[in-house]
């Protein structure tokens, strides 16, 4: 039928996510990307607009895919908040070590990226990253950490998982990635306490928790 799409627009969409998500933005051509989804220019403009607007829906695309695997990863219950972080970097591992994606994370190569971006990919972007941060920041509380602590954690916790994108498209081994996770994981316990015997001071100024 005339005016009828002869292609799967979301499987095109797909396809422009991975192209994003192994150059990033200011590489990802319009050649890579009618290369990568396998249309042509007039199809790929006409079903998405322009590069920037392909980019917002591949990031949206993105975030639809993976980021209800990090709120059902942290919905819990968690033990501790040690458990919380361990188990939102075990889906960053998971996805790393995923053979049919791009290495690293295409939120994190986008952040890298800020200033190629136009004001509404740049508040996306900034969006969805605080909107990570939130989740477990939420998480961490549920697991019995102080609002300080719990602020504190999820924003090491979000540093980590870039950190862990960004050594994974260097070549860093699964191997050195679930160290830095598991070392990550290793906090203090952040729960308050009222009880003097939870720390022992030695000498003025010298606390030993």
Known sequence: MAGRKQFDVDEALRRAMHVFWRWGYSEASIDR????????RSSLYGTFGDKSTLFRKSLERYAQTYHPLYDQALSGPHPSPSAVVAAYLQVTLN???DPTVP??????????????LDAEGQAMVRAMIDGLRAMLEQSLLAA?????????????????????????????SGEDLATVA???ARIP?????????????????????
Do not use: Y
């Not at 990307?33 to 042509?40: A, K, V």
């Not at 690293?104 to 986008?110: E, I, M, Q, R």
């Not at 316990?189 to 928790?209: K, N």
């Open 33 to 40: 990307l009618t290369e990568g989804t396998g249309l042509g």
């Open 95 to 97: 996805r790393i070590a």
């Open 144 to 172: 019995g950490a102080d609002e300080p602590s719990a602020a504190e954690l999820a924003l090491c916790t979000l540093a980590t998982n870039k950190s862990l994108a960004v050594l994974s498209r260097a070549g860093f």
């Open 103 to 116: 290495d690293g994370c295409l939120l994190t190569v986008s952040a890298t990226q800020f200033p190629a």
């Open 182 to 184: 598991a070392a990550a």
């Open 189 to 209: 316990d952040t729960t308050p306490t009222t009880s003097s015997s939870a720390m022992d001071t030695h000498g003025p100024g010298e606390v030993v928790w």
